[in-house]
């Protein structure tokens, strides 16, 4: 079965630098790759989605890389802020038909002031 | 315009009751998933519904659980004679399509606890 690894460990990162999280994942690629954010007692919030096909996004101070050689997903959080602090899930979507992803369980990242 | 609404947003039951989920998807959205968090463990895709139609449940346990998206009225799942397993928290998400990469857009979820 696919098998998803995000950084189990939590990342702490000081203000204003660049944070970096990974997913990387086994078997096929899916045909889609998302990242949400998670605040404790909270519902996932949806930041980016980036197809196979794709190498690169951008929105705001976020970037999401595909590499679907290297079966991984970078997640760059730049000039990152103390309100940055939060679990950051990916998402595989294989479904190529509507939202069944499958979750990886997520890196926890700390922004310290 | 409000954004998915989850009820309750925790409930307990004891061992041998019923739970009821209730999800209120976004306006306009005919599209609802349901999830299942455990602790330390990723969300879990229990199943997908169209209004009135299941359309993919192969992440639900077949036994004891159900879910329903009538046509009019909010979605409900539903757990049959609760196990301390089913502790866990439940998120509804919907989207106004089920086109290929659409987003979802989540509720707050259902902290269940079983006792």
């Known amino acids: 079965s696919q098998k998803i690894e995000q950084n189990s460990e939590a990342l702490n990162i000081q203000e204003g630098k660049t944070a970096t999280l990974t997913c990387n994942y086994t078997n096929y690629s899916p045909a889609y790759l998302q990242w949400y954010r998670q605040d404790p007692g909270r519902g996932p919030v949806f930041l980016l989605l980036i197809r196979e096909n794709e190498k690169e996004k951008r929105k705001e101070r976020l970037k999401v890389t595909f590499d679907t050689t290297l079966k991984q997903s970078l997640f760059h959080i730049t000039a990152s802020q103390p309100a940055d602090s939060a679990t950051y899930l990916c998402a595989l979507d294989y479904s190529g038909g509507y939202q069944k992803v499958t979750f990886g369980t997520g890196t926890k990242l700390q922004v310290i002031p | 315009n409000a954004g998915v609404m989850q009820n309750p947003r925790h409930l307990v039951r004891r061992r041998g009751q019923e739970a009821r989920l209730r999800c209120s998807p976004m306006?306009?959205?005919?599209?609802v998933y349901w999830y299942r968090q455990l602790p330390e463990e990723g969300l879990k895709f229990m199943v997908y519904?169209?209004?009135?139609?299941?359309?993919?449940e192969s992440g639900m346990p077949k036994e004891r659980f159900s879910a329903e998206f009538p046509k009019e009225g909010p979605s409900i799942l539903r757990i049959q004679q609760v196990v301390r397993g089913d502790s866990a928290a439940y998120f509804c998400a919907s989207s106004p399509s089920g086109q290929e990469g659409t987003e979802a857009f989540f509720g707050q979820g259902t902290r269940l606890t079983v006792v």
């Open positions: 519904l169209q209004k009135e139609n299941i359309i993919d």
């Open positions: 306006k306009g959205h005919s599209h």
